[in-house]
């Protein structure tokens, strides 16, 4: 009987490393929804800390220090990293009392709001190419429906399977000199152009003016060098959105 005590205790000292549970996190607080970074290199979870709230942190994937990247009087859950590993997205239960849809730079910083209204955002997602953020939201159907959001801009709000009054389209998305934008609409009206910064600053605006059915191309000109959002309405119903890169 001690000999087979003996084999089992030297067989898990020789379990490969793939066999063990490696702990990342020892503390005596709470932490859920970890999420691995794009490159694999880092771990982002909620963590219920000394403020008495899910904060959004981050941890080497072989360990170490822990990182906040949020800390507030407020609870933040189901972060998810963006493609290209620089954000962080997250829904929020802020100032609103209604859970909101966040965003905060990977090394930390300013937290920004992509929804602020009065109806409960949940379990937000990345799309593939980064320019977009999907979620439920409980809105005034009174049932839970599919949206999504700028990941830039954010605030203006789209259902997914709304009807759509027309089509936006950029060729090439690496621009130089004026910057070409095709539109395609689906019936006349009174079309609405927006363009913002990445960090949300309305940098153009132009409309509402009417146009007629059909394929139009609208020239964008004196965007310094950088990231857009654009951003196009007919009567008053998004059209949608568009990511912009300037270089000249």
Known sequence: MR?????????????????????????????RYAQWSPDGNWVVYCKWDATGHGQIYKVLSGGGAETPLTSDGYH??????????????????????????????????AETPLTSDSYDHRYPQWSPDGNWIVYEKLDATGYRQIYKVSSGAGIEETEIGNNQTGTISVYPNLL????????????????????YGIS??????????????????LQLKNLQNGIYFLKVELDGVSIGEEKLIILR
């Open 3 to 31: 000999r087979v005590i003996l084999f089992a205790v030297m067989l898990g000292l020789f379990l490969p490393l793939w066999a063990q549970e490696i702990p990342l996190t020892s503390d005596s607080y709470n932490h």
């Open 76 to 109: 933040h859950w189901s972060p998810q990293w963006s493609p290209d590993g620089n954000w962080i997205v997250y829904y929020k239960d802020d100032a609103t009392t209604y859970y909101q849809i966040y965003k905060v730079s990977s090394t930390g910083g």
């Open 176 to 195: 130089t000199g004026n910057t070409p934008v095709k539109l395609s609409l689906s019936k006349k009206g009174y079309v609405e152009v927006s363009v």
């Open 200 to 217: 949300g600053r309305l940098v153009y605006h132009n409309g509402p003016v009417q146009w007629s059915e059909g394929s139009h191309v």
